[in-house]
């Protein structure tokens, strides 16, 4: 069983940053890939980024790509959101969820989930 506890979310005006972090229990946090999705008010929840296990792959959604970075920690069970360049699109509540020994891009394979953190980007 892993637990995620996810960080960082806030308002932000647009053009800001905010840096997103998720916490794993356990001690075997490297053996999962990491992602993280989105779920914005009447909408589905989507992919945003995902993260090998070893951080050597990262996987973005068009809508993100050369705005956020996904990165981990294993050191300390942790994975991040780095987001810039925000734009009110980018509001949602934002998860982090792993998945063991893979790293899917689709929200239905992933194994565990936090419970989110809200992102709020005023124009």
């Known amino acids: 069983q892993v637990q995620l506890v996810e960080s960082g979310g806030g308002l932000m005006q647009a053009g800001g940053s905010l840096r997103l972090s998720c916490v794993a229990s356990?001690?075997?946090?490297?053996?999962?890939?990491m992602g993280w999705f989105r779920q914005a008010p009447g909408k589905e929840r989507e992919f945003v980024a995902a993260i090998s296990r070893s951080g050597g792959r990262t996987y973005y959604a068009d809508s993100v790509k050369g705005r956020f970075t996904i990165s981990r920690d294993n050191a300390k069970n942790t994975v991040f959101l780095q987001m810039n360049s925000l734009d009110p699109e980018d509001t949602a509540v934002y998860y982090c969820?792993?998945?063991?020994?893979?790293?899917?891009?689709?929200?239905?394979?992933?194994?565990?989930w936090g419970q989110g953190t809200r992102v709020t980007v005023s124009s």
């Open positions: 969820a792993a998945a063991r020994l893979r790293v899917p891009l689709t929200s239905n394979e992933y194994d565990y």
């Open positions: 356990g001690r075997t946090f490297s053996i999962y890939g």
